[in-house]
């Protein structure tokens, strides 16, 4: 089975600290996605990766930015945390345009 | 961007069928569906290709209209196990994008 492990359950910052997420698919997918998730906005998409070194904001990619310096691995960086960035948040990877597999998820609080 | 879904939560009986729908405003190759649990990661139910091609769970049917770009999920003699949120994405290109999602809940 595919396997998408994200590095941290749960995550407690403080504003303005430089945070990181990592993601790790062991499929040799090319795709690979970061999603955050709030109560009643459903699951909205920051960034995405299409092949190593190659990156595409998604719709919300203020804050943020990413690293994928290796085809298995996807990062997400936040540079300066900020409360507003409390959330849920999901990795997922998937080959062409077939399913997605998704991490367990890393809930981070900023205080 | 993100897709609508309609309705945004439905109350059901065991056994009782429900429909969920999903809409976009962009052009899209796929629709994917998938059924999230609490505290849980989603699950994937069904992939709907552009020219009728489907890949995804036996007991659960779609229907994705390529001219409206919409699509619907139909739960048809809904089981407890059936309680979740359904999120519809559509995909183009690389990019997949999610809507707000549909709580489902079945009572016994």
């Known amino acids: 089975d595919v396997k998408v492990t994200q590095s941290s359950r749960y995550l407690v910052k403080r504003t303005g600290e430089k945070v990181f997420l990592e993601c790790v698919q062991d499929?040799?997918?090319?795709?690979m996605f970061w999603y955050r998730q709030d109560p009643g906005l459903g699951l909205r998409l920051i960034y995405f990766s299409y092949d190593v070194k190659m990156k595409e904001k998604g719709d919300i990619p203020e804050g943020y930015s990413v690293s994928r310096e290796k085809k298995e691995r996807f990062s997400l960086i936040l540079e300066s945390a900020s409360t507003n960035q409390t959330s849920m948040y999901l990795c997922?990877?998937?080959?062409?345009?077939?399913?997605?597999?998704f991490g367990s998820g890393t809930q981070l609080s900023v205080l | 961007q993100q897709p609508v879904q309609s309705p945004q939560a439905v109350i059901l009986r065991e056994g009782e069928d429900a429909v969920i729908n999903c809409s976009s405003s962009k052009a899209l190759y796929s629709v994917h569906w998938y059924r999230q649990k609490h505290g849980e990661a989603p699950v994937f139910l069904m992939i709907?290709?552009?020219?009728?091609e489907q890949k995804g769970h036996e007991k659960i049917s779609a229907s994705f209209n390529e001219k409206k770009q919409q699509s619907s999920l139909y739960l048809t003699a809904s089981q407890l196990s059936y309680s979740g949120t359904y999120f519809c994405g559509g995909g183009s290109n690389y990019k997949l994008t999610f809507g707000k999602g549909t709580l489902l809940t079945v009572n016994p």
């Open positions: 997922a990877s998937r080959v062409d345009q077939e399913k997605l597999f």
């Open positions: 499929m040799d997918h090319e795709n």
């Open positions: 709907l290709l552009k020219g009728g």
